[in-house]
C-alpha cells in the first residue's frame, strides 16, 4: 500500500521548524528527508560512517546493527546535507560517536521531541519517519533521479516498491515533459542562430 508523502513546501517547512525547536529533531529531519533513511538506520549513524571526500554516508549491517534489507548501502549526500552535518559537527557538545545523541554520548529516543515539532508546524497531515522517507523518494522523482538508483538508496529489496513510490509521482509532471522533444530543437535551432549572428558580426566587423 503506497504511504503518503509531504509536499515540498510542507517537508521544509517541518525542516524549519525543527531547526529552530531542537537540534537532534532537526538533524534526524535532515537526514530522512536529503537521504530516505529509516528511523533507526538514522539514529545508529555515527561519524565514520560519513565519507566526507565523496560526500556520501554508509548505512552499517553488522552484528549490532541490522539493516531491514541485512545489507549495507552507500547513500550520496545533496550539498545541503553536507553543509548541515558539518555544521552540526562542530557544535557536538557530548562528543559522540552517534549524530544524534544524549549526555553521556548516548544515543537518544527521538520520539517525544519529534512529536513537539510536528504539533508546532502544525502540518494537518501525518507526517511519520516513515513518511518522511517516503518524501524523500519523491523529491528523487520529481528531480529524475533514476529509479534503479533510487532503490539502491533506498534500501529496498525490490525495485516494486520503489516503483510504487515513483508512479505516484511521475503522472504529476507530465505537463513538464509534454512537447520536450520540440523544446530541445528549439533550443538547438536558437543556439545555431546565434551562432550565425556572431559569425556575421565577426565578418562585418561589429563588436558585440
Request: some cysteine.
Amino acid at each position: 500500500m503506497f504511504k503518503p508523502f509531504l509536499e515540498v513546501e510542507e517537508a521544509f517547512k517541518l525542516l524549519d521548524v525543527a531547526q529552530k525547536t531542537d537540534q537532534n529533531t532537526y538533524i534526524f529531519v535532515s537526514v530522512a528527508l536529503y537521504a530516505g533513511l529509516r528511523q533507526k538506520e538514522i539514529l545508529n549513524l555515527k561519524w565514520k560512517d560519513i565519507d566526507w571526500k565523496r560526500q556520501h554516508l554508509t548505512v552499517q549491517c553488522d552484528n549490532d546493527v541490522r539493516t531491514k534489507s541485512n545489507k549495507y548501502r552507500i547513500v550520496s549526500m545533496e550539498e545541503d546535507l553536507v553543509n548541515i552535518l558539518s555544521e552540526h559537527r562542530k557544535f557536538n557538545l557530548f562528543a559522540s560517536e552517534y549524530l544524534i545523541s544524549s549526555k553521556g554520548a548516548k544515543r537518544v529516543c527521538i520520539k517525544k521531541a519529534y512529536r513537539n515539532v510536528l504539533q508546532r508546524a502544525d502540518l494537518g497531515k501525518p507526517a511519520s519517519a516513515r513518511v518522511l522517507r517516503t518524501t524523500s523518494c519523491s523529491f528523487w522523482a520529481m528531480t529524475g533521479v533514476p529509479l534503479k538508483q533510487a532503490q539502491l538508496w533506498m534500501g529496498h529489496s525490490d525495485v516494486k516498491i520503489t516503483a510504487e513510490i515513483y508512479s505516484q509521482i511521475v503522472p504529476s509532471l507530465q505537463k513538464e515533459y509534454l512537447n520536450s522533444i520540440s523544446k530541445l530543437r528549439s533550443k538547438e535551432c536558437g543556439t545555431n542562430l546565434a551562432q550565425l549572428d556572431e559569425n556575421n558580426k565577426l565578418c562585418h566587423g561589429i563588436k558585440s
